[in-house]
């Protein structure tokens, strides 16, 4: 930031119109601190009397109590209440816009101000003025921009924009008005700068002037679809690249071909940049897919999937993973719903068969029809395998646990006979059984299935014991036995569990 001389303050102030506008006033005091009115109250000769700080008027008021919001009687402006005998040493309001209006000297530019207002209450409230005080001022010429920050009384010039609005505003209302800057373009090239798509009325419109002045093919970027890659831009997100900001023709700017570009209108597509760039970086891969794929596929533009498609590299070409990626996305069933998820289960799925020792030379098992299903497969196989050791020491303790067996005439108990038995069991009754497999291998619990006579495949109820107790039984969900499974169970205990008033039952090794 460099102070600025005396030549050139002469001459960058030249552009601002030398007074505070009418048009400025009126912003202020109808808008930026519309919420600074008051009705101050006093007390005379037993009457209630409101001085109401807009209109200026005093009358008598009925009532009113301090803190209170009301309608003023003479211009109904909404107020709050203030008892003019209550202390109001801070009472102070503050409020920052920004103010656009034309160059007086140069009919193409315009200018801009960021005006900071006050009104300070503290004193006699009917002598309140509204202070303006100007701390930046924004010059906007074709091909040239200036930006001035005002410091303890002296002007500066800064290199970068601002970020919307300056950081020590962020505890005043700030706004920008909207019809100032309606009005400052009118007739110059930022009419058509497509402003009105960017508008944030708590911002300041600084930056996008800023970049228009840089770069005004904005204009065309954002009138051709590519208003997201523009506001990626203002808001300093990343762009990838993707447009050539410089550009003299569409095509150029977008880097992209006439056929392409018809391509996006035609659909109505709406393409981040991401997108764009996953469409170049396919293209240049060799994979020339479609805008409409471009749009479908663009999320793994991103670093993270951008890595893990690196990876599937090694075993096929960018374009057979565009097409599978396209293809189940595509499917019947919709098990995936972006590009995004079928690439996690696509690269979960190969790192099973990798575990699996599967073929991946073969297409029939890197590029499986039914991605889902054949990831499904994997899971089962690979748990399978995981679970070897833990279903040796499980089949190891069936023989002792087969004593236990008991049935009635409606329903059946047997212990479960592995770790995929309990996994399935879990999720079919949605209750986390499954994560008891490793303390029934080892013995430190007991998992029984009870079922019913006639639909012995089917869970229903699954029950823990240890040292000889019932831990706990739970069917769908974790619900309760009704009274029919709950007398099978007791009966179930009564003859096979070691209870104190009879003598030895059958043994489980299982202590608690
Ligand atoms: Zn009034």
Not at 78 to 83: D, I, Y
Not at 146 to 168: A, M
Not at 459 to 464: D, G
Request: aromatic share 12%; with cysteine.
């Amino acid at each position: 930031m460099t102070e600025l001389t005396s030549t050139e303050k002469h001459r960058i102030f030249a552009h601002f119109p030398q007074k505070i506008s009418k048009a400025i006033v009126a912003y202020a005091t109808d808008v930026a601190l519309i919420s600074s009115r008051y009705l101050f109250t006093r007390r005379h000769g037993g009457f209630q009397f409101g001085f109401c700080t807009h209109c200026q008027k005093e009358y008598l008021t009925e009532k009113l109590k301090h803190g209170d919001e009301t309608v003023c009687k003479k211009c109904g402006s909404t107020c709050k209440v203030k008892a003019s005998g209550m202390g109001r040493k801070a009472m102070v309001d503050q409020a920052y816009f920004t103010f656009y209006e034309k160059s007086v000297l140069h009919p193409e530019a315009i200018t801009a101000r960021g005006i900071l207002v006050a009104r300070d209450y503290s004193g006699d409230y009917r002598e309140t003025k509204t202070e303006y005080r100007v701390e930046y001022m924004y010059l906007f010429e074709p091909g040239n921009y200036v930006l001035l920050e005002n410091r303890w009384g002296k002007w500066f010039k800064r290199i970068q924009v601002f970020s919307d609005y300056p950081p020590s505003m962020v505890n005043r209302r700030t706004t920008v008005c909207r019809a100032s800057i309606e009005e400052a373009v009118k007739g110059t090239p930022f009419q058509y700068s497509t402003w009105e798509r960017y508008f944030d009325r708590n911002g300041d419109m600084i930056r996008f002037f800023q970049r228009y002045v840089q770069y005004p093919s904005i204009e065309y970027i954002t009138k051709a679809g590519f208003q997201h890659i523009v506001q990626a831009k203002l808001t300093g997100d990343k762009t990838y690249g993707v447009i050539n900001w410089r550009g003299k023709t569409l095509p150029k700017v977008m880097r992209l071909s006439k056929k392409e570009l018809r391509d996006i209108k035609d659909h109505g597509l709406t393409l981040k940049a991401m997108d764009l760039h996953y469409f170049h970086v396919s293209k240049k891969r060799g994979s020339q897919i479609t805008m409409t794929d471009a749009s479908l596929l663009g999320a793994l533009g991103e670093e993270y999937y951008a890595t893990e498609i690196e990876k599937l590299l090694s075993l096929t070409s960018m374009d057979q993973i565009n097409r599978y990626i396209l293809k189940q996305l595509r499917r019947e069933g919709k098990h995936y719903r972006s590009a995004t998820t079928v690439l996690t289960a696509w690269r979960d799925y190969l790192k099973d068969c990798q575990t699996l020792e599967m073929d991946l030379s073969k297409d029939s098992i890197l590029f499986p029809n039914d991605l889902y299903a054949a990831h499904q497969k994997t899971i089962m196989k690979v748990k399978i395998k995981a679970d070897l050791s833990l279903n040796i020491k499980i089949a190891a303790r069936l023989p002792e646990l087969q004593a236990f067996h008991f049935t009635d005439s409606k329903f059946f108990l047997r212990p479960a006979r592995d770790s995929i038995e309990l996994f399935e069991e879990g999720k079919a009754l949605q209750h986390c059984v499954s994560g008891y497999a490793e303390k029934y291998a080892e013995g430190k619990s007991n998992i029984f299935f009870i079922r019913k006579i006639d639909q012995p495949d089917m869970p229903f109820y699954t029950m823990e014991v240890i040292d000889q107790k019932i831990i706990q039984v739970c069917g769908m969900k974790n619900c309760h036995p009704t009274d029919e499974v709950q007398s099978f169970i007791q009966a179930f205990a009564e003859e096979k569990l070691r209870s104190r008033k009879s003598g030895k039952k059958a043994e489980m090794s299982a202590t608690a």
